[in-house]
């Protein structure tokens, strides 16, 4: 597996923000998404079970970069992870779909369709463990209220999530998050490893 990062620390957003983690980031995207917060160029080739032994504590969130670009070192390692009772997350953009075998060993799946991407917003509504995440902000691969409005009608709300772009602390487009998420009634992330400086 090509791993950019594994650390614990702190889940910084989305629905189970506030929680301890094992995050393991893996390297490469399909994607080139302008303010991309991983280190795409440097990464280490492990195998899922060196990966394994990293694991501290029992969740682990995986991420990238892309994970489902690795589908099939991806699946082993969370086949690997469930035989030791770890709680597995995945962050995916949703262009790729995950095998239903591999779905159901997941506890948690956070989709963040990034706009203009080749994304199938049926496919993952339609899952239970999956919740979407919207980033919006002047990015060309955020969204806007608009946009957004138009979509949440097909939306299972009590899984939507609205989170502000934005690399700085002062999180300065998170009040127009707060007030579209309440507006849509769905739910608000905020990102609390970028206002407190922790990763």
């Known amino acids: 597996m090509r791993i950019a990062e594994i650390f614990y ?11 301890p983690a094992t995050f393991i980031r893996l390297a490469g ?6 303010g991309c917060d991983t280190h795409l160029k440097s990464w280490e080739e492990h195998s899922p079970r060196w990966v394994q032994d990293k694991i501290r ?24 992870l469930r ?3 770890i709680e597995i997350h995945i962050e995916t953009n949703g262009t790729t779909i995950i095998p239903d075998e ?12 990034k706009r203009g991407s080749d994304f199938n917003l049926d496919y ?9 995440k919207f980033v919006i902000g002047n990015a060309s691969w955020c969204w806007s209220s608009l946009q957004l409005e138009r979509i949440m009608q097909s939306l299972p709300r009590e899984r939507v999530w609205i989170m502000a772009f934005g ?33």
């Open 9 to 19: 620390s702190l889940q910084g957003e989305g629905p189970a923000m506030g929680r």
């Open 29 to 34: 995207c399909n994607l080139a998404c302008q």
């Open 57 to 80: 504590g029992k969740r682990v969130v995986i991420s990238g970069g892309e994970p489902t670009q690795q589908m099939s070192e991806l699946s082993e390692l969370i086949a690997l």
């Open 83 to 85: 035989k030791d009772g």
């Open 102 to 113: 591999t779905l159901k060993m997941l506890s948690l799946v956070v989709v963040s369709p």
């Open 124 to 132: 993952w509504t339609a899952k239970e463990k999956v919740h979407l």
């Open 167 to 199: 690399t700085d602390p002062e999180m300065i487009s998170a009040r127009d998050a707060w007030d579209l998420a309440l507006r849509l009634g769905v739910n608000y992330s905020d990102r609390l490893h970028i206002r407190l400086r922790r990763r």
